[in-house]
């Protein structure tokens, strides 16, 4: 079974840039969540989607980060303009969402550093 | 407000000895407990849960005890391996039916040496 994929791994950009993040969770996973995990600090969630529709959005900067996961499947996380404390590690995990398993499954993730 | 909290930033133990970390919580709605482990440059991987009907649960080398009362549990890795090197975080949920919501501590590194 493939994992959650993720692209870019690394992304190096200047301030006020703008930057997009893609994720592929593992097949047949209704949920899908985006986590920020800021160097030495553990992941901190952002935004939870159940197949296309947005579950828990509340800890997402909306004036600069934005995400959609169009036909339930992949999703896109954007960040415009960035600032130099968005530098972090941006994690995709997904669920499969059966009832008493609560497992999140992680990608790789895409190292995001703003300069 | 860290409502999971893991206050051993580190932490160093002889190959074929025991590794115990701990964790701490405050959310007395946190109902299942789950331990990632993190190797540098890839993802958290799922290591081993527990659910708060529970106080302990075992999978091979690994036993999570849970301590609701002190809202404290612990991961036991018996014997410890070289490959057991990583960071290892202590995350919780409240029961929501399906999917979780996970608020995760900082993490321990944990330091086999031979």
């Known amino acids: 079974e493939a994992g959650v994929a993720q692209s870019p791994r690394y992304k190096i950009i200047e301030k006020r840039q703008s930057v997009a993040f893609w994720c592929n969770p593992i097949?047949?996973?209704?949920?899908l969540y985006w986590y920020q995990q800021i160097l030495g600090q553990g992941p901190k969630l952002l935004i939870q989607?159940?197949?296309?529709?947005?579950?828990?959005d509340s800890q997402l900067p909306k004036d600069r980060f934005s995400a959609e996961r169009l036909k339930g499947v992949d999703s896109t996380l954007k960040i415009q303009p960035a600032k130099l404390e968005d530098s972090a590690v941006y994690l995709c995990?997904?669920?499969?969402?059966?009832?008493?398993?609560?497992?999140?499954?992680f990608g790789p993730g895409t190292r995001l550093t703003v300069t | 407000d860290q409502q999971v909290k893991q206050n051993s930033p580190s932490l160093s133990v002889q190959e074929g000895r025991i590794s115990i970390l701990n964790c701490d919580y405050t959310?007395?709605?946190?109902?299942?407990f789950l331990w990632y482990k993190k190797y540098p440059a890839e993802g958290p991987t799922f290591l081993i849960s527990?659910?708060?009907?529970?106080d302990k649960n075992e999978d091979g080398r690994f036993t999570v005890f849970l301590n609701k009362s002190a809202k404290h549990l612990s991961l036991h890795i018996v014997p410890s391996q070289p490959g057991d090197s990583a960071v290892y975080f202590c995350a919780a949920t409240p029961f929501t039916g399906t999917a979780s919501k996970l608020t995760f501590g900082t993490g321990t590194r944990l330091q086999v040496t031979l």
């Open positions: 097949s047949g996973h209704a949920t």
């Open positions: 527990i659910s708060s009907i529970k």
């Open positions: 995990a997904s669920s499969l969402d059966s009832t008493g398993t609560y497992e999140q499954y």
């Open positions: 989607f159940q197949n296309n529709g947005v579950v828990d």
């Open positions: 959310n007395s709605m946190f109902d299942y």
